[in-house]
């Protein structure tokens, strides 16, 4: 089962609280790396129908180099502070065109907050959505006339 099959079984299906004779302490110690917290939110905000990205421009931009380069998802414009067991979230996201801005934020705050409290076994304190751009569809597309406006003479 994938990552993504994972996050969206847990988003899903409510959690069950643990049954009082199952003990969640042992010998050793669990941690969870920040960027593991970072990449689960950035999986759940992805998810959220009107999320077009994450990060601005430039923050994709690195995370795209990043990637090719270490292989790795550094989950572009998303920031987690984690102390105890709770995790603060900052996030920032680009929203399709004609979604309703606030309606967006509010369900990627939910998503979030669910998915690593369900995945990871953190509490979440906070999650800062931050709206750095609308894409609209056009922005995508290249037309005939910009293709021949770009052909040398």
Do not use: N, W
């Not at 988003?11 to 049954?19: K, R």
């Not at 790396?33 to 077009?52: E, L, N, T, Y």
């Not at 996201?93 to 953190?122: C, D, F, N, W």
């Not at 750095?132 to 922005?139: E, L, P």
Request: hydrophobic share 40%; glycine share 10%.
């Amino acid at each position: 089962m994938s990552c993504r099959d994972r996050l969206e079984f847990a988003i899903a299906v409510q959690s069950t609280p643990v049954s009082p004779g199952i003990s969640l302490t042992g010998p050793g110690k669990t941690v969870i790396a920040d960027g593991v917290v970072a990449k689960v939110a950035g999986i759940a905000a992805r998810q959220v129908s009107g999320v077009h990205a994450l990060g601005g421009s430039a923050a994709r931009a690195l995370g795209a180099i990043r990637e090719a380069i270490s292989g790795a998802d550094l989950s572009p414009g998303v920031s987690v502070t984690t102390q105890g067991g709770t995790a603060s979230v900052a996030i920032s996201i680009v929203v399709e065109y004609p979604h309703e801005l606030q309606k967006v934020a509010g369900e990627v705050r939910s998503a979030v907050e669910t998915a690593i409290e369900t995945i990871v076994g953190m509490q979440v304190t906070a999650v800062d959505v931050t709206v750095k751009d609308v894409h609209q569809t056009s922005d995508d597309a290249v037309t005939d006339t910009d293709e021949a406006d770009s052909l040398p003479d």
